[in-house]
């Protein structure tokens, strides 16, 4: 795999070149095309090139016999998609009767649910009687509210609106760099371990959804720069059985992963201050 961006292997070639936009501008590579007025169109990421004058087109990285860099490639699409949907869509409405949740919950403290942006409303009949996040995709736009019963018997324990949306996986930012996260199934785990001071901890929802699409459900975290991935799934057979099968897909994606064992029959919504503190100090 090559090393190399499109800008630097121009240079190395002596190419004159001019920045427009997403692309370089230079003189056409046409041998049969005197090209006065360089209208020759190379794509900063991909090296896609095309001139517009006489439709000569190839590929960079293939012209000089290098292998383009996938991962980057890969990146600058979804950033490119994700630029797309930012206009295209607003992401969902706050709902009805929303009013911020005030105290603590399950021994999260107020300004950690405040963080998050846990409310409640008696306006959607569905939510009612729980606490309510709303969830943000890559592009920052509301695409789904989970909601979980007040009490702990309350069944079932979590709704979803609207009722077919798809959770992504959450959250995609950090107000920090971070070179690592830290995976956890449900988003009262990824509530205490950052109640506690994990602040790179992303919920999946689950166990199922991320084992499809792996590779492409990452790409937002490694082009925040993360490089390695902890997985801390319960600890129960469910959740080995999902790291074990999750482990070399996040390996495939390009990231170093390691295991986070988690105690038999526990998870880490029940993690003491204790233990998160000894992984603080570890993933230093």
């Known amino acids: ?30 041998p049969e095309h005197t090209d006065s007025n360089p209208s020759f169109r190379i794509d900063r990421v991909t090296g896609v090139a095309h001139c517009f004058s006489c439709g000569f087109k190839f590929n960079l990285f293939k012209y000089y016999g290098e292998s383009s860099n996938n991962a980057s490639v890969r990146v600058a699409k979804i950033k490119e998609k994700l630029r797309i949907l930012s206009v295209d869509t607003n992401g969902l409405q706050p709902l009805e009767g929303a009013r911020p949740f005030n105290g603590t919950h399950r021994n999260i403290s107020s300004q950690t649910l405040k963080e998050f942006g846990a409310f409640k409303t008696d306006k959607v009949t569905e939510l009612e009687d729980r606490i ?10 509301i695409t789904a ?7 702990s018997d309350g069944h079932p324990r979590y709704k979803t609106h609207p009722t077919n949306c798809v ?23 990824l509530l205490n371990l950052w109640d506690k001071g994990l602040h790179n901890v992303v919920c999946t929802f689950g166990t199922s959804t991320i084992l499809n699409n792996t590779a492409e459900k990452l790409l937002p975290y490694k082009a925040a720069g993360i490089s390695k991935i902890y997985v801390m799934y319960d ?6 059985e999902a790291t074990e099968k999750l482990k070399p897909l996040i390996e495939e994606a ?26 603080v100090e570890y993933i230093k």
């Open 1 to 30: 795999m090559s090393n190399k961006t499109v800008a630097e292997l121009l240079l190395a070639h002596n190419i004159p070149f001019n920045n427009s936009g997403k692309d370089y501008v230079t003189k056409c590579f046409n």
């Open 132 to 141: 309510i996040f709303p969830i943000l995709d890559v592009r920052n736009k």
């Open 145 to 151: 509210y989970v909601g979980r019963h007040l009490e």
């Open 167 to 189: 959770l992504s996986m959450y959250p995609t930012h950090f107000k920090e760099k971070h070179y690592c996260i830290i995976l956890v199934e449900g988003i009262f785990d």
């Open 235 to 240: 600890g129960d057979m469910a959740g080995r």
């Open 254 to 279: 390009g990231f170093e992963v390691e295991v986070i064992t988690v105690e038999e029959g526990s998870d880490p919504g029940e993690a003491t201050q204790e233990i998160v503190n000894e992984i």
